[in-house]
């Protein structure tokens, strides 16, 4: 009998799937915070051949998970058929004003339990024929909503990293799904009211987003009729995308073929919210940037001084910032920088950099306000997934992704008085999935889905938020610890090819200032009227991944890679 773990099992989409598995003959063990309470009886189940057995289990607790697919694979001899990543939980409303603390367990729930489950789970997969990862997104991992920054932010995550978990695993014979349905009728909205002050400045983005949800609701999909996608890609249904519903299917079709200006100005139009404002161009001010001790950051700063802007240049060790003392200094320009330590991971070193930009408001006056935030902090950690320590992974989203979310969650009530820029140095790993790197692959996308959604709500009030995506540079972030992997495990192969490929991308690279100037050119003007451009790759690499994003089939792209790898 062919054997399924379902997350998520005792509701909603992943009840009527555990529920459908079984009965086309499924074994299904569904892991759930409420298992055992499931509509179904078993005697619903009788004469299909299969069953639903429920454990309870946090998706977030990685060593309970761990015991739990362990306790599976005890009862199955070992082998296990599917794994179908579907538990998930909605936070929506306005960014700014929902507790940081629901952000963080949103993420830990839909992009760290459907790791946690699929890691635990891999060793049996690869070992079982024909076997699936079926992980299950949503409209909102295919393109941005508004009210919805932080879940699209954590439903993009999902579709890097698991495109990169494609890639890797499917020389080893595991196939990897994505279903991305359209508004479903599930418990998923009972979760909580739309975050955000009916009378405060977002007034306006709250009341469209509890209208859109009414309207969604009336309109929303069966979870049955979700089902019957999820059986037959857990099946074996072949391609790595699977959108559900007419809504799903429109925004799969525009991926990539039109601009997220365009798109954001007929969702906008669609959802009733409110136009946007450009943001104030060179206004008097302070540029926050993040990650400054070396690299982009250290030549981000000193382009915008340059550029005569004043700059609050952070970085989490104070004691490296000689190398950008050194490069202001030689650039004439150490009098508009002002070097404070931030660590984007830690809540109070975060808070304690903006209580120091405070006190210049109070010193300067506007001279002293932030108008602009760079994202930039980042580090590298690549590796199969199977076989990187879920602390290395734990570090590229903490720092890649909860770190830009929580930074500009910070900036954002200083900033949405008098409107202002905000840029994330993104990727070209946010465009598109590569073997080795699925853990920085789910921290840039969820950057890209975060900021386009973000784009909704700040835009009204004066503030652009950009995207720069380059390719590879040859920056500090390249150490020789960044690659991880077992040389003499099933991946070896993949994880040397892929190794040699970047470091020759590397090499390759070219002047990391190019990446700097695209940064500060964000603050000044821009292109489209006065407004930056939404995206800028930089680099041939990252504008061919730019290009191929959702034009070029994944099944083509994956052959490509796979024969550059040979
Ligand atoms: N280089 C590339 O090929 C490339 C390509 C695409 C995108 N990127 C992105 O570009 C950004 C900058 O990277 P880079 O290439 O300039 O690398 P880098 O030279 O290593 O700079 C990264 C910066 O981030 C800082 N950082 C790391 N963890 C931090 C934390 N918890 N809090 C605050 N700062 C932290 C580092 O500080 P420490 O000095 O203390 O470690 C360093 O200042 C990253 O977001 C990266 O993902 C890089």
């Known amino acids: 009998m062919r054997t399924a773990i379902v997350t998520g099992a005792a509701g909603g989409i992943g009840e009527a799937t555990a529920q459908d598995l079984a009965r086309w003959g499924w074994r299904v063990f569904g892991f759930d915070l409420r298992a055992g309470e499931s509509t179904l009886l078993p005697s619903d189940l009788a004469g299909f051949g299969g069953s639903v057995e429920p454990i309870r289990v946090d998706v977030t607790d990685r060593a309970a998970v761990e015991a739990a697919v362990a306790a599976v694979l005890a009862t199955t001899g070992g082998t296990l058929d599917a794994v179908v990543a579907n538990a998930g939980i909605r936070v929506a409303g306005v960014f700014e004003e929902t507790p940081f603390a629901q952000i963080r367990r949103l993420f830990e729930v839909n992009l760290g339990g459907a790791m946690n489950v699929t890691r635990a789970a891999l060793p049996a997969l690869r070992a079982t024929e024909g076997s699936r990862v079926v992980v299950v997104s949503s409209v909102g991992g295919l393109s941005a909503l508004p009210g919805l920054a932080a879940y699209c932010g954590s439903k993009w995550a999902v579709e890097g990293w698991a495109e990169s978990l494609a890639h ?19 418990g998923l909205w009972d979760l909580g009211a739309v975050h955000g002050d009916p009378d405060g400045p977002y007034a306006s983005l709250v009341e469209s987003v509890e209208v859109g949800d009414d309207r969604a609701w009336a309109r929303a999909l069966d979870p049955a009729s979700v089902s019957a996608t999820m059986v037959a890609v857990t099946e074996g249904r072949r391609g790595l995308r699977h959108p559900v519903g007419l809504t799903a299917r429109a925004r799969f079709a525009a991926r990539g073929i039109v601009p997220a200006g365009i798109q954001r100005r007929i969702i906008s139009r669609l959802t009733h919210q409110p136009s946007s404002v450009a943001s104030p161009r060179n206004p008097e001010g ?24 004043r700059v609050a240049a952070t970085m989490r060790d104070l004691s490296r910032r000689g190398p950008l003392d050194a490069a202001l200094a030689e650039a004439g320009v150490a009098d508009r ?33 932030i108008v602009g935030l760079v994202n930039n902090a980042g580090v590298v950690s690549v590796g199969p997934f199977e076989e990187l320590p879920p602390a290395e992974a734990g570090r590229v989203i903490e720092t890649n992704l909860l770190g830009t979310l929580a930074v500009t969650h910070a900036a954002l009530p200083r900033m949405r008085p008098h409107g202002g820029r905000i840029v994330c140095v993104s990727s070209s790993s946010g465009l598109g999935g590569l073997p080795t790197w699925s853990a920085y692959a789910a921290s840039k996308w969820g950057v890209e889905g975060f900021a386009e959604s973000l ?54 690279g070219g002047d990391p200032m190019v990446v700097a100037r695209a940064v500060a050119g964000c603050f000044s003007g821009g292109l489209v009227g006065g407004r930056p451009w939404t995206r800028r790759p930089v680099g041939r690499g990252a504008w061919l991944r730019w290009a191929a994003r959702g034009v070029v089939p994944f099944g083509i792209q994956r052959r490509i890679v796979a024969r550059m790898l040979g």
């Open 455 to 508: 784009a909704f709500e700040v835009g009204p009030h004066g503030i652009d938020v950009a995207l720069v995506e380059p390719g590879a540079f040859s920056t500090g972030i390249w150490r020789d610890d960044s690659w991880h992997g077992d040389p003499g495990g099933p991946y070896a192969a993949l994880t040397e090819a892929m190794a040699d490929a970047d470091r020759r991308a590397v090499e390759l």
């Open 337 to 369: 920088v002002e070097v404070l330590r931030m660590d984007v991971t830690d809540p109070a070193s975060i808070g304690e950099a903006f209580a120091r930009a405070d006190r210049w408001v109070e010193l300067a006056g506007d001279v002293g306000r």
């Open 286 to 309: 302070v540029i926050m940037v993040t990650g400054c001790s070396s690299g982009f950051g250290l030549g981000i700063t000193v382009e915008l001084a340059r550029r005569g802007r």
């Open 168 to 186: 890797e695993l499917h020389p080893l014979g595991v196939g990897v799904a994505i279903v991305e349905p359209a508004s479903v009728r599930t």
